[in-house]
């Protein structure tokens, strides 16, 4: 079975590396003529658009911005589902909100085709050393035929559920990342202005109620987590700007279903601030400079 | 060595317990008879006041509801600074404010006494297995003369730094862990109006960034977590008033040093919100009620 | 000159009543043909679409519930720029975001067309009694053109610029509308639970700084105001719903210019959670319910 | 009657200056005395403690700082309840919590004297010009004996109820004040950043439902309301540090009794915010500065 890829971004490219060590054969497509050069350099083969791929590929694979871009590439003219046959299943990686997924899982269900909503988790490190969770969204059937080849770029393959439960997962999981960053932040500035030395009270909460993956894996403070961004000036990991494109998602879902998210607008609030001092191309973890720099 | 213990409630009758089982001889003092006359039943020796307990200890301990209690027990006519000999340590571990902890080491130490801050965590629970967390603050090696007792009622002991370090961190562990569980029930609330399963949200969050002890250990939606509260109709753990209690200590700490919490802000507010609708028994991840109860 | 009206609502309905007294002529359209019919035994003509009351007309009046209706009813096949003529002006009375105003705007400019933002306040009761305020966003010109039109049917007509800053000032004003409502709800709730007669907390705030709007016309406390919402069991007024509509609006505004909105953000928060509760349908000072019904 | 005055700050001296203008006997006292001497050059006569004070006078005013000095002066050896004879009206202006209010009037009657609590609005502009705002909590025949001395300082002399209500008045009024306030200052900027010029968009929230004290009279925005501080470099008025403390006030009185105040409790740590990066000094409507200063 030949795999078809889609958007060859910082997550794209990687994973299509991975796939192609694994042994696959595997058609790409980018709008970035340099990024489809660096996957044919690699091995791959090109085509000449999102459809092309589709007519070509068992599975096609999509890793794309925004809900925006994912609407255009499979339903344009020369997109996914005009060339996909029968059997080829879809598969899309991209994080958007639920409703647009489940809206493109019952387009492609009109057209006979089969669609799923698979976000990914981990980050460029992830992607590259295959290591990426994937939040997936979709029957039984239809994950079970996906899982072996999702395990060539991803160490965990969560099954979340039916169609759209992949992104509710991813959206859910990474605002309560927002929430526990900023929370880790309020602290860690709070313990230290208090003069507890950051890395015993990041120590002492790890072993106990406050612990979460803020605190004992991607700490905020600098020198706490040496591998964290925080202990890097900051460089990214993932940007402030891309938590709060997924906090943004995470808060307007809730408003679809009216459900109040109290903290979650407040840490909202906080990375817009946070931006508009200019730290949005930073790591998430700069939120804790509302708390420090003063 | 003799071990004075004042403050038996909740927390200070299984500790004396624990200290009677590893046969240390224990002087007991409490406002409450029927509390001494169990101590009394399990080992203990009653004295008639504070001051007589630390008279006859090489080691006092005290744990008591706040920081008014603290005061009065340590510096009244009758109190413990009236009784312990030169030699004798003071060791507080009730959860009380930074600033109070370290105005009682420096009256001690006016004194010519010794007193550490070493509140703890763990609840009832923990009290009665002998797992407690100590967090201690005191100098080095007046932490290496307690170490050893504490070791009896507790599996991790860490020396936070110097006196008052103790109270910082226990307020910021737990303004960590109220604003993560109220953001853990915002999203579980929020996954579940979504669609997806409590259980397989919860799982793909506790292997993901979002994971939290709030998630993975003491999840609030019922059912999630076999053991937690939330799957035995939100029986106390710890409740809501004291989570309230021990917030209000630390954005009152925040407060004298100018430094802003907001989400912590949030949640205190959230949790009084809580307690007002009459929830303020339960336990404190019944914060999920505000997202769901409507 | 002819005056054409799409959107026969609760507010276009007594709109077009008080054109029709000034002895206007008035066409309108609308897709329930029950308004249609009453309006025209008001007095108005009845076309068959928004081109055909477009064709007919000087000048083109539109009020409709959302910024979908709106590029609906202005860009379809059979809508107002498929029918207009080079010197009909067309006026939005719509509450939208300030983005698809201006891309309106632009829309009907390609078109030859000239359009203005015109979005009211002042509820049902203005738009019966003729005492609406308008605010405006259009060139200079175009403003003194509409003007004489706009004060049959309001009492202020207030110029805020040029396209799209009607839409601007309109939802500023009432996301402070939100907050202040909010706000006033904490503080009278706080007086009243303080043993303090919410009739006097009110008369000596109406003096002093905490002076607003919804203190001194609109107290949500019942029988501080007697003809407030409040006072007659929160019978709307502008609704609960209607207030997070134009919350949302400005929130999102907000954040395609990256500016933080943090008591904004939390407002839209508990009016989420006062509907989630079932009081959407009541008058948006119902928010007292938050701080009252425990 | 004599009048005595303890506590001659910004506040108290030009309140004195106003009795004596009126042709008052003024008893003074002042811990500093540069104080006392400007206060005895413009007629008044110096007691040497406060208890002196009271000792000459039939009816004694306090201006002073927080709880801990009202108490210290009303309650030490030589303070005013000390000397005050059977007939002396004791008038606390200081803004304190309603607890301690409460707790001195019940102290004071224990002693056979009347204590009525009424704090003060309107600034040194208002003590200098005799137009304060004074929120009385005393029994009507206690109100009735005050009022004409008051007359001779403010302009309106609220009656707010019983003992403690004048304190309950002036921490409600200046929350609403705290939140109206940083409300405005979010949709000026708001307003300003989606291009509407700031003063058209204050003109029009002013008669609109948005109006508010912070809107129509201290606008944040420079240049809007000429006489602001906003329009002075925020030259105070009343300082952001004054508005934390009347906050803090407000929002531990809501804690006693169980009360959220989810927008005080935010514009609380947005001051705290605010005066944390150095704004302390300037007046309280540089709250916008958060919104601008990026």
Redesign the interface.
């Known amino acids: 079975m030949r795999v078809g890829f889609i958007g060859l971004g910082n997550m794209g490219a990687p994973m299509v590396a991975n796939l192609l060590k694994a042994g696959l054969a595997v058609i790409v497509f980018d709008i970035n003529p340099a990024a489809v050069a660096a996957a044919v350099a690699g091995g791959a083969v090109a085509a000449g658009s999102a459809k092309d791929v589709a007519a070509q590929s068992g599975l096609v694979l999509t890793t794309l911005p925004s809900p925006r871009h994912v609407k255009q590439v499979y339903l344009a003219e020369d997109g996914i589902l005009a060339g996909a046959g029968k059997d080829t299943v879809l598969v899309d990686c991209s994080t958007i909100d639920?409703q647009t997924a489940r809206e493109l899982v019952s387009a492609a269900a009109a057209n006979g085709r089969q669609m799923v909503d698979a976000p990914i988790?981990g980050g460029t490190l992830g992607a590259q050393a295959g290591t990426l969770?994937f939040?997936v969204g979709a029957e039984a059937d239809l994950f079970a035929r996906i899982e072996p080849v999702l395990k060539h770029m991803g160490k965990?393959i969560?099954?979340?559920?039916?169609p759209?439960?992949g992104q509710?997962?991813k959206i859910?999981?990474?605002?309560?990342?927002a929430?526990?960053m900023?929370?880790?932040s309020?602290?860690?500035?709070?313990?230290a202005?208090?003069?507890?030395?950051p890395k015993?009270?990041a120590?002492?909460?790890n072993?106990?109620?406050?612990?979460?993956?803020?605190?004992d894996t991607?700490n905020p403070w600098p020198g706490v987590s040496p591998n964290a961004p925080a202990s890097h000036g900051y460089a990214p990991g993932g940007t402030a700007e891309i938590m709060l494109k997924d906090i943004?998602l995470?808060v307007d879902?809730?408003?679809e279903?009216?459900?109040?998210?109290?903290?979650?607008?407040?840490?909202?609030?906080?990375y817009?601030?946070l931006?508009?001092?200019?730290w949005g191309e930073k790591d998430l973890s700069a939120i804790i400079q509302?708390?420090r720099d003063?």
């Open positions: 639920p988790s969770t939040m965990n969560i099954h979340c559920g039916g759209g439960s509710v997962v859910c999981n990474n605002l309560l990342l929430i526990s900023t929370g880790t309020e602290v860690m500035a709070l313990g202005r208090l003069g507890v030395d015993v009270l120590s002492a909460i072993t106990s109620s406050g612990r979460c993956f803020s605190s991607m943004n995470a879902a809730a408003r279903v009216k459900q109040p998210v109290m903290l979650g607008a407040a840490s909202q609030q906080l817009q601030m931006i508009a001092r200019g509302l708390y003063q």
